[in-house]
């Protein structure tokens, strides 16, 4: 089966500017996951998505950040303005089911790199 | 609120060894842990999980980790190491007993194998 897709995976941006990645996960998952993952530390979960509608965002900075997924299949990430600090690897996941003991699919992550 | 602590930051070993990825965690009700293993320029892969049932727990490619409810540890291994193992492990975990509480992911390790 053909598993979670990404785009970008490169991207570099000045300070101030606006980005968006965007992610399609693997057929027939209702559960969409964006983490952050700065050098050196692992995945930080950002928002949480179950079909179209918003399970957990309590970590997402939502000054400059924002998240949609809006027919319950593909997600966009979006940051405006963008600060130095965002620089880090953008990676998607998903599951069947939010459930807790379920196993999450990655992407293979977007590489922001802010200037 | 749950924790992961994978105290070595790199772990070098002999190709045909035995290997070792350490993962102790906090949680306040019953944990549920994971292991994943992310490649150069790849998204995490699952290999295996803890939920309930037998302490020790098979997973993919070979490798088992080991539930150790006293010891609050679920330490990675594998009876011997492969070049191709070479890799950032993470131990992330997530509370049984909270509805949506997110998947925490440690630091991770760097697992060296040289041949």
């Known amino acids: 089966e053909a598993g979670v897709a990404q785009s970008p995976r490169y991207k570099i941006i000045e300070k101030r500017q606006s980005v968006a990645f965007w992610c399609n996960p693997i057929?027939?998952?209702?559960?969409l996951y964006w983490y952050q993952q700065i050098l050196g530390q692992g995945p930080k979960l950002l928002i949480q998505?179950?079909?179209?509608?918003?399970?957990?965002d309590s970590q997402l900075p939502k000054d400059r950040f924002s998240a949609e997924r809006l027919k319950g299949v593909d997600s966009t990430l979006k940051i405006q303005p963008a600060k130095l600090e965002d620089s880090a690897v953008y990676l998607c996941?998903?599951?069947?089911?939010?459930?807790?003991?379920?196993?999450?699919?990655f992407g293979p992550g977007t590489r922001l790199t802010v200037l | 609120a749950q924790s992961v602590a994978q105290p070595e930051d790199q772990v070098n070993v002999a190709e045909g060894n035995p290997l070792t990825v350490k993962c102790t965690y906090s949680?306040?009700?019953?944990?549920?842990l994971f292991w994943y293993v992310q490649y150069p320029n790849r998204g995490l892969q699952f290999l295996l999980k803890?939920?309930?049932?037998?302490?020790l727990v098979k997973g993919s490619y070979g490798f088992e980790a080991e539930f150790n409810k006293s010891q609050t540890s679920f330490h990675l291994k594998k009876p011997s190491a492969l070049v191709s193992d070479s890799a950032l492990y993470f131990c992330?975990?997530?509370?049984?007993?909270?509805?949506?509480?997110?998947?925490?992911f440690g630091k991770g390790t760097r697992l060296s194998v040289i041949a």
């Open positions: 996941a998903s599951s069947f089911q939010g459930t807790r003991y379920n196993e999450q699919f």
């Open positions: 057929s027939g998952h209702a559960t």
């Open positions: 949680v306040s009700g019953n944990p549920y």
């Open positions: 992330a975990v997530r509370d049984g007993n909270s509805g949506n509480t997110p998947l925490v």
């Open positions: 803890y939920i309930t049932g037998d302490n």
């Open positions: 998505f179950q079909n179209n509608g918003v399970v957990d």
